[in-house]
């Protein structure tokens, strides 16, 4: 399988006992497995592995064909309001990120919907240069042109609820993808269809992709917050325990991204789940930095290859997207 890393290093483990436990400063683990197919754990003495350090320039590699329109920058359209049913008339409205060239070349493109973290909204994505890491991203061929939807969790997403009860679940799943895929030219197969989300953000994303791999086939969570309290967040909707006991996620194929600074106080909910996840042999690639904390600062600086893992497999060719027409 292709990577597409931009900073990875050694798996650093303690040199003379295998079983004692990592040491802290650990620069970036990433657990890949190349396939759904179950690769039997390792039981004997581990040993240091490299891994694999693609250059910049393999990446920002320009375009082989021509750009299909003068214009090199998406565009960003705000729904508001968006009252939500779901939400008793809460308007729960949501931005969307439009690729280059889009009305020109009246095509369906991949699509990525991104949750914010609790104490922000939808602007967040805005503020850690989301939209010039698109445009970038794009113009050199780096980035598949895609769309990109960022809702406003609203009241809604901020509280535990769960169906069949009110829930921003039930918003994300009966409201929005419906909306979006009425009135936005979007790939509606779920190997184009990713879901993904800072924080609290990242909590929904993986809550709903772990339930409903059929429509989200790719799922990133950025410092995303597993709360481990069940009376929090029950079994059947608790990322942590799907992860355990969920009987369709090995044979799901979801794509899984996940990261954080080793700081973070995210970071143990993270490394609970990749955990979980190796022991049933689950591919997934989990990436901890020694540098950044809870903070925009820390997002800002990885949002390119955030998106470089969402559109990892999708067309970077305009030509090879289907027609919004047929």
Partial sequence: ????????????????????????????????????????????????????????????????????????????????????????????????????????TQARFPVVYLLHGLDYDEEQWRDIGLFDALDQGIRLGALPPMVVVMPYLGQLGQFNNFPPNPSYETYILEELVPAVERQICTRQDREFRAIGGISRGGFWAYSIAFRHPDVFGIVGGHSAFFPQNLRDVPAAFNPLEIARNS????????????????????????????????????????????????????????????????????????????????
């Avoid at 004692?20 to 040993?47: D, E, G, K």
């Avoid at 693609?54 to 729904?79: M, N």
């Fill in 1 to 104: 399988m292709k990577r597409w890393f931009v900073l990875l290093s050694l798996i650093l483990l303690t040199a003379c006992d295998p079983m004692a436990p990592q040491p802290t400063p650990v620069s970036v683990i990433v657990t890949p497995i190349p396939s759904i197919t179950p690769i039997p754990l390792p039981t004997s003495t581990a040993t240091p592995t490299p891994t694999r350090t693609p250059t910049p320039e393999a990446i920002l590699q320009p375009s082989a064909t021509p750009f299909p329109c003068d214009d090199d920058s998406g565009r960003v359209e705000a729904f508001t309001p968006f009252r939500s049913d779901v939400a008793s008339g809460e308007n729960l409205r949501f931005n969307v990120y439009l690729p280059p060239c889009y009305i020109e």
């Fill in 247 to 326: 009987s369709i996620l090995p044979a799901a194929n979801l794509r899984m991204y996940m990261d954080g600074g080793a700081g973070d106080s995210a970071s143990p909910s993270l490394q609970m789940l990749s955990d979980r996840l190796r022991e049933r042999q689950i591919a997934h690639d989990y990436v901890i930095r020694t540098v950044g904390e809870h903070d925009n600062d820390y997002w800002s600086a990885h949002v390119s290859e955030y998106l470089a893992f969402y559109g990892d497999n999708w067309p970077r060719d305009y030509a090879g997207l289907p027609s919004c027409i047929d």
